[in-house]
T-cell receptor, first 111, second 117 residues
Framework: EDQVTQSPEALRLQEGESSSLNCSYT??????LFWYRQDPGKGPEFLFT???AGEEKEKERLKATLTKKESFLHITAPKPEDSATYLC????????????FGSGTQLTVLP | SAVISQKPSRDICQRGTSLTIQCQVD?????MFWYRQQPGQSLTLIAT?????????ESGFVIDKFPISRPNLTFSTLTVSNMSPEDSSIYLC??????????????FGQGTRLTVV
């Protein structure tokens, strides 16, 4: 059974204080790993897809990396508007395109 | 990216009643997915809705409780039947990007926040 574990559950940062969120996964053959941002009361917003170990993607202050066992979402010099819950999900072969989600990391960036 | 509209955005319902949630996509897609997000938890897939066939339900979810319709390639409904307070959740509709191609990101509606009293 596919499993996704995210840590920490919650993270509070000062504005400008860089950090990383972790997503550890167990899947029989990774088809894709996805990062989403979710604001309160809204649906998840797609950020990145990573397909193979060593791959990296960047968008503004966010950078996602992937190894064979985990993915990191690095946040550089965060701003208060980066406050949200960040979700990680994996897709495995034979899953009919469904995603298995982690429980998320709730990030709060203080001004 | 796909634009997904869900209605209603929120509702408060009496226990024992049913609520139908609508999901409209701005492009034709093969599969539509319904997720549940219970308070403080992550997303759990309820079922996959294919046009022209019955929905495929995940373990722990049954058609009698969550009937789904998929009348065409841009629209689906999820009904939460005979509701109890345990059904209070956010319900989300999702589709895959790029016309439903494999290995692509999923896009989500804004969700329906259901409270059962």
């Amino acid at each position: 059974e596919d499993q996704v574990t995210q840590s920490p559950e919650a993270l509070r940062l000062q504005e400008g204080e860089s950090s990383s969120l972790n997503c550890s996964y167990t899947v029989s053959g990774l088809r894709g790993l996805f990062w989403y941002r979710q604001d309160p009361g809204k649906g998840p917003e797609f950020l990145f897809t990573l397909y193979s170990a060593g791959e990296e993607k960047e968008k503004e202050r966010l950078k996602a990396t992937l190894t064979k066992k985990e993915s990191f979402l690095h946040i550089t010099a965060p701003k208060p508007e980066d406050s949200a819950t960040y979700l990680c999900a994996v897709q495995a072969p034979g899953s009919a395109r469904q995603l298995t989600f982690g429980s998320g990391t709730q990030l709060t960036v203080l001004p | 990216s796909a634009v997904i509209s869900q209605k209603p955005s929120r509702d408060i319902c009496q226990r024992g009643t049913s609520l139908t949630i609508q999901c409209q996509v701005d492009s034709q897609v093969t599969m539509m997915f319904w997720y549940r997000q219970q308070p403080g938890q992550s997303l759990t897939l309820i079922a996959t809705a294919n046009q022209g066939s019955e929905a495929t339900y995940e373990s722990g979810f049954v058609i009698d409780k969550f009937p789904i319709s998929r009348p065409n390639l841009t629209f689906s409904t999820l009904t939460v039947s005979n509701m109890s307070p345990e059904d209070s959740s956010i319900y989300l509709c999702s589709v895959n990007g790029q016309g439903g191609k494999m290995n692509t990101e999923a896009f989500f509606g804004q969700g329906t926040r259901l409270t059962v009293v």
